[in-house]
């Protein structure tokens, strides 16, 4: 990781597409990602960033306090903050209200662990802020396959709450998975249900993610399935930039684009902040290829992301590499850069559910090698909370003596070592 003395003037072109401006990046970030904490209460199967433990080096109420000051400094509208579960962190509640009180908009990712009615009365009350309840199937049954036990009726839980207390346009934000493309119609009904707004994102191969990505991931007919819904419902549905690479289905002129953004952001108008003030690109590849700097060692936010030779790299012109021949390529734009290196494929090469199938030739070569994960916060013993998808994969004889012991505190406790 090497942060640039000092970077280039960036020659914008005169007039041109809002993508070809985002593709040279902005001064601030659209989309900020903030994981808070990596401790979790569930055991996600598919969790991008390994969450279960939390880090003891993650940043103190007042090193967050001092992050905020300057996205504020910044203008940068709204942070997302995740986890892990945030609202386990103590001082989650407080760093919200510092938040909107600095004029930082905050929207939270939650399993719906913490939100009672006296929390859900609260953020009714609460300005500026948006809550996104995370549930990926539509029925108990499907979700609790890969998010563990009792996690649906507690989301669900959590909806009333907010309904209940007057909380309007809460998120449903939904993993796509094999599982669940089906149940499509069903998400959309229950967003209704409460009043909310119904998320899709896509399932990308990294963290826990990478072990379960073969069983998880959709099909090449779903893939189309999905397309096909979402161009019937995408005005009412929020997808970020989940599904550019789906665009191809609807020709080579970039036509078929979906609702969002139909680019690969990293770096030009979305990065993520880790726990311990590490700062990657992509909000989905939470490894050393794509850190880009630490906001405590390397100046602050501001600096990494301006100066970062990381980020010069991605907001530099790209050529396209070996998609750039394929007559969709103004469609897909290459696809998912977390997707293609999680799964062994250059990053300048087709993503691994090219809707073409170039993905399944390039994922076929005897040269692909899968990189190594990131840091891993899983817990180091399955717990009651372990998603019924690993339950039944667990390796034979395991149930038969008693667990391992733990091999630190934070394998035992996602709190260990936090002090209020």
Excluded at 209 to 216: I, T
Excluded at 276 to 291: K, R, S, T
Excluded at 357 to 373: F, T
């Amino acid at each position: 990781m090497t942060i640039l003395e000092s970077r280039p003037e960036t020659v914008r072109p005169q007039g041109g597409t809002l993508i070809q401006q985002f593709e040279l990046g902005l001064d601030a970030p659209i989309c900020l990602t903030w994981e808070l904490t990596y401790a979790c209460n569930l055991e996600c199967a598919h969790c991008l960033s390994s969450s279960g433990r939390r880090d003891p080096r993650e940043l103190t109420t007042e090193q967050c306090e001092a992050v905020i000051d300057e996205l504020q400094r910044m203008q940068v509208f709204y942070v997302n903050i995740g986890g892990g579960e945030p609202t386990i962190r103590p001082d989650f509640w407080h760093l919200l209200q510092y938040a909107v009180d600095h004029q930082v908009g905050v929207k939270f990712s939650t399993n719906g662990v913490r939100l009672n009615p006296e929390r859900a009365r609260f953020l009714a009350s609460t300005d500026y802020v948006d809550v996104q309840i995370s549930l990926d199937g539509a029925t108990a049954e499907v979700n609790d396959y890969v998010r563990g036990p009792g996690s649906f009726d507690t989301a669900i839980t959590a909806l009333q709450n907010l309904q209940d207390a007057g909380f309007e346009d809460a998120k449903i934000s939904v993993v796509c998975t094999r599982q669940n493309i089906g149940q499509l119609d069903e998400f959309k009904a229950l967003a209704d249900r409460f009043g909310a707004t119904l998320r899709l994102t896509r399932l990308r191969p990294s963290g826990r993610g990478a072990d379960v990505w073969d069983e998880l991931h959709p099909l090449p007919e779903q893939q189309r399935e999905l397309y096909d819904w979402l161009v019937a419902n995408g005005g009412d549905v929020l997808t970020g930039d989940s599904f550019f690479h789906l665009s191809a289905f609807g020709g080579t002129d970039g036509g078929g684009a979906l609702p969002g953004l139909n680019l690969c952001g990293a770096g030009r108008v979305v990065c993520l902040i880790d726990p311990i003030g590490d700062v990657y690109a992509c909000p989905f590849a939470i490894h050393d290829n794509f850190l880009a700097g630490n906001l405590l060692a390397d100046g602050g936010f501001q600096t990494v992301w301006q100066r970062s030779e990381l980020f010069a790299e991605l907001r530099s012109p790209q050529t396209g590499g070996a998609c750039s021949s394929c007559a969709f390529f103004d469609s897909c734009r290459g696809g998912c850069m977390a997707a293609k290196f999680f799964t062994g494929l250059p990053l300048d090469g087709p993503d691994p559910e090219c809707v073409q199938g170039y993905g399944e030739s390039a994922l076929a070569s005897p040269d692909r090698v899968l990189p190594p994960q990131g840091q891993d916060h899983s817990k180091a013993n399955p717990t009651r909370n372990q998603p019924v998808m690993l339950t039944l994969s667990r390796r034979p004889g395991l149930e038969d003596g008693p667990a391992a012991p733990p091999t630190s505190a934070c394998a035992e406790s996602p709190l260990a070592g936090f002090t209020p």
